[in-house]
Nanobody
Framework: QVQLVESGGGLVQPGGSLRLSCVAS????????MGWYRQAPGKQRELVAA???????NYADSVKGRFTISRDNAKNTVYLQMNSLKPEDTAVYYC???????????????WGQGTQVTVSS
């Protein structure tokens, strides 16, 4: 089994910052791509930031310059540093990872349970 557990969400005022963390645990041979998605009420889930391979990053245009994704491979953890938060960033944020459980297995896609981020004064 593999689990992704997010933490770090909460209520923050506009202009504030939050740091989300996501830890992967279980039987893991290799974690390949990792990323963060979000889903606001009444909207589809959208990509926020991703690290598809070592050293590369992708960001949604709406968060470029404000959010930073990073990984600690030794800890099987991905982070999302969110600065200059805006009310439109309010959503449930989900961690996503493509994981090989064994050396001979293919990548499987895993999701965390989500963490709520609310930006409001």
């Amino acid at each position: 089994q593999v689990q992704l557990v997010e933490s770090g969400g909460g209520l923050v005022q506009p202009g504030g910052s939050l740091r989300l963390s996501c830890v992967a645990s279980g039987t893991i041979f290799r974690i390949n791509a990792m990323g963060w998605y979000r889903q606001a009420p009444g909207k589809q889930r959208e990509l926020v930031a991703a690290m598809p391979s070592a050293g590369s990053t992708n960001y949604a245009d709406s968060v470029k310059g404000r959010f930073t994704i990073s990984r600690d491979n030794a800890k099987n953890t991905v982070y999302l540093q969110m600065n200059s938060l805006k009310p439109e960033d309010t959503a449930v944020y989900y961690c996503n990872a493509a994981i090989q459980r064994f050396s001979s297995s293919i990548n499987l896609n895993y999701w965390g349970q989500g963490t709520q981020v609310t930006v409001s004064s």
